[in-house]
């Protein structure tokens, strides 16, 4: 794709840097910056993200059909995208919507990311999900609704995956290091902040998307940050214009949701672009 | 206590009281007024919580020791109050902050309870807990954070216990009924709900308690509601005031958080009231 | 009515009460509670509010016509109220809306009030207008939106009448105790505050009733606080217990919005309650 | 400066563009697209703002002194900078605060605006400055305070000066829009919108700078819209990155406070820029 990952340098680090010390004292947490001064990067698949790289994970919310997450997943790659995202546990607001695809849903985003050749995230929702995700998933998502969680925290502390944590819907971005703390201190440094907005008054978008949260993260923590602007705005027309904002102030990558016919979809319909929506955005960015 | 619990009458009724049927249309929701004409009167050992009635719940953020526990358990005893309060498992924004006293703090909880006579009510955090709990906790309260983890609501609505939910931090009252409602979906219909304070921008008080929330949920819901004006306010100077205006806008009970000295509190010290603040607080709804 | 005053001797405090040193230094503000340890009691015609009192302004959101305004002055006097409110000069959303009758509403307001006895508030929206406002209105309100209209707050300072300021939409209450002390710094020290929702993320009301700011406030000045339970909520069912709740926190009176037949009114029609129901509420707060 | 701005053919078209009629219909608002398709261009001096057009506004939050204003102007001027900017009546929170120079201070700005050639915008803060201040200023600002002073927006309608309306601090983008319209209603169709932050929980940031506001309004009206980062967030070191999330988002310009010393500024010292990291900012804009 036209979007530059981390350099090869930048690859040599991150195999050869050593796992930060385990540390216990209050003052001073693993995530801090002043903890570790160079930028974590992470690695999902043969995928850097973080540094000077730009990653861009895209695909549908929830998996729907084998039909459906295959089609979109060459419809990412073809556009440039670097991983291929789909739901298969959907945390709903109320227990008779959809609920996802479960394990057999699973098995069709492995299936379609091998075929395409991208590594795949997806939801975990619970602790007892944990290990048998990981055996598929390159990249496992903690929902917003699960940021403080502390259970599922810990067990994705000891899991050899990476994590894409997303930020609480009204979580300060204190709160939010003080979660990814959590996992790292369980023992697994390999953690990807993602903001996806927060809530305030304003209805005009279904949340608030928070970019200054990406200046205020490369202060405070080394862990790169991506961007949801999916869910950030809830509204397709404005997820274009909201990542190469995105771009422009500095975070390390894009989490977008991407489907075949965006007014059918099972959940998140208003907020999905189609194909060729996705592939004009890949290109807008690497302008 | 001088605070009346529900009448005899309304206690034949709990008992004789049909389960609701199993609804699982989208339209109606088991929470819903308008599926249940009558409120829901919930029982917690021997106490009855909901209708006319108005029941108090007190204890420590923490259960630090046994002495601790013991004391405040005959002080809160004492006073008035119909249950007994105390954390075990505590969700703490940092890993490295006191995390409880886990199953020997539980134990040392319901000792002190028999000891004077009232049930009580603790936070379970994860699905794992929730059996082992059951066996010797009246009330399982779930957590703010916890409000739309979906897994453990769901396996709280299949024990024989009834479930105490708060509202999350920046949820609306129909995501709050949403996740009742995986609890009542799932089997149990003894569920009340905990007004708790939502996130706002003012400081003065640690979250905005939000008293309007009564008046719109008797409207929703045939659920009881109570107020924790502990965490509300954030501040136990405006635990008193505001446990007066609980009553009075038509709650049906309340959890405080009551510590012998609350200065040395192991959590939440600023907003802990010692027993005589307690004492006087019950005094004061009485009036 | 049912609802007492403040006592004789409390009255006797105001009369002679020698005016707070005018103070400049930014340490020490003169609504500081620190700097007049008393509690401020406003003379509004010859009603006091503050100290031990509960006073009820009700009336419409707008005047509207001779009949609407005397009709409704009689049934709230007739039901204990203690001033008559009315608005002639409307803050509007939309240029396009009702924007009130002017000058010639403030004749009708004033002369509804004098018939039944009671004193009139009415909003100043305008520098212009406080001269001529003062004339026949016995209180000036301060609508929300203009609470940090500096330039009217220091023009109010100058008058000889007590205002009233509504609280803003967003405002913490330490930026509402500043647009307070512009008036106090300038001369006036008869100022009454009032609290009427502030804006969040919650949608079941219009806005969220902030009750903890009463206690918040007694601490921190010694002016008086009314509660406006109308805006509060945005809804009439709610008016009610809400100002059971205000009473039973410790403020000083309440601002209802009372129509006769609210389903008609220009504005605000949602939350305005009849004649009957104001004096349900009013037998409900003396209970 | 290397920023460019609207096209002579843009230019051309709005000094031929016949005003909008005048509509008072509520359906039809003069601020929506609906009512004109094409962009609104805003002449200020003779730079013009909206369509292709990025134009940067910049200088001190305060004009402190003949030097300091006179060193800013030549700065940002140097910079390519396209208006100088400068307060000179202040919206304190504190009556006891700097409340700037007054006309004294406009005099020094309207120097330094001469000297470099720089169009001069400042905010005018009440009815009785609009005429005087029409006089020498370029541009007349309403303050997010001010959003709602409906008899200023009413009065500003009639002077033959371009408006830059900032947002409400808790104010929908439709309440935003409302108080356009009471400026276009009232006879003046030249204004420009400034989203400037909104309040949320989040502390990390003194406000929370709504980008996502950029295409809601492009979708919503034909209004320009700029961003102002120093007070969206408070803090100079997050200025540039915003600013480059601003442009590349699509707003039409920015609204940045820039300062010799800004450590030593009377006001809003944390979120000033020195001249350095100007000319910085602009540079990294126009890569």
Redesign the interface.
């Known amino acids: 794709g036209a979007v530059p990952q981390a350099s090869a340098e930048a690859l040599e680090a991150v195999v050869v840097a050593p796992v930060a010390a385990v540390a216990?004292?209050?003052a001073k947490?693993l995530v801090d910056r002043e903890t570790r001064g160079e930028d974590t990067l992470v690695r999902v698949g043969d995928v850097l993200v973080g540094g000077d790289g730009f990653v861009v994970m895209a695909g549908p919310c929830s998996v729907e059909s084998a039909d459906q997450i295959r089609a979109t997943a060459r419809a990412v790659k073809d556009a440039g995208a670097h991983l291929l995202r789909g739901g298969v546990f959907k945390?709903?607001?109320?227990?008779?919507?959809f609920q996802g695809l479960g394990w057999d849903g699973l098995a069709l985003l492995a299936e379609a990311g091998r075929e395409v050749g991208l590594p795949i995230v997806t939801e975990v929702?619970?602790?007892?999900q944990v290990q048998r995700m990981a055996l598929s998933a390159d990249l496992l998502q903690v929902g917003a609704?699960?940021m403080?969680?502390?259970?599922l925290l810990?067990a994705l502390g000891k899991v050899d995956r990476p994590v894409l944590l997303k930020r609480g819907?009204?979580s300060?971005?204190?709160?939010w290091l003080?979660?990814a703390?959590?996992i790292l201190?369980?023992g697994n440094q390999q953690v990807i902040l993602c903001e996806r907005g927060?809530?305030?008054?304003?209805?005009?978008?279904r949340n608030?998307?928070?970019?200054?949260?990406?200046?205020?993260l490369h202060?405070r923590t080394h862990l790169p940050v991506i961007i949801d602007p999916s869910h950030?705005?809830g509204n397709r027309?404005?997820v274009a214009?909201?990542s190469?904002?995105?771009?422009?102030?500095?975070s390390h990558g894009l989490l977008i949701e991407v489907h075949p016919e965006p007014d059918t979809a099972l959940s998140d319909a208003d907020q999905s672009i189609d194909h060729a929506q996705f592939a004009a955005l890949m290109a807008g960015l690497s302008r």
């Not at 945390?91 to 919507?97: E, F, L």
């Not at 608030?208 to 205020?216: G, I, K, N, Q, Y």
């Open positions: 216990s004292k209050k947490r945390p709903r607001t109320s227990p008779y919507a929702m619970a602790v007892e609704r699960n403080q969680n502390f259970d810990r819907l009204s300060t971005i204190d709160e003080g979660a703390e959590y201190a369980a927060i809530r305030t008054f304003e209805s005009a978008t608030t998307l928070d970019l200054s949260a990406v200046p205020v202060e950030g705005t027309r404005y214009p909201m190469r904002a995105a771009r422009a102030v500095g």
